[in-house]
């Protein structure tokens, strides 16, 4: 499996923008397909965005089309999710993951797992 370790959470006002990093270890990083999940409390865990191995193809759950941005550097074993225009129901704890399959947006369908960042967005 791949380590992955998540950063960048914290606390932020409605509108605010925060900037999520992941450093991936231990597998080839350009083999895997990347994503973002979030987990909110007495919720279950849901896809937020995924990133193909090369870069060049995202993909973005409805709730966060237009504010939320993947993306990837394999050079530095990383990958990003810039969050604009936060929300207050985008407070979730979120997690990296990645996955050797090249569809899928459930969390069955990635292999690996980070320990997560919590993001409060205050009204």
């Known amino acids: 499996q791949m380590q992955l370790v998540e950063s960048g959470g914290g606390l932020v006002q409605a509108g605010g923008s925060l900037r999520l990093s992941c450093a991936a270890s231990?597998?080839?990083?350009?083999?895997?397909?990347m994503g973002w999940f979030r987990q909110a409390p007495g919720k279950e865990r849901e896809f937020v965005a995924s990133?193909?191995?090369?870069?060049?193809?995202?993909y973005y759950a409805d709730s966060v089309k237009g504010r939320f941005t993947i993306s990837r550097d394999n050079a530095k074993n990383s990958v990003y999710l810039q969050m604009n225009s936060l929300k207050p129901e985008d407070t979730a704890v979120y997690y990296c993951?990645?996955?050797?399959?090249?569809?899928?947006?459930?969390?069955?369908?990635?292999?690996?797992w980070g320990q997560g960042t919590q993001v409060t967005v205050s009204s």
């Open positions: 231990g597998r080839t990083f350009g083999n895997y397909r």
């Open positions: 993951a990645a996955s050797r399959l090249r569809v899928g947006v459930y969390p069955t369908n990635f292999d690996s």
């Open positions: 990133i193909s191995w090369t870069g060049g193809s995202t």
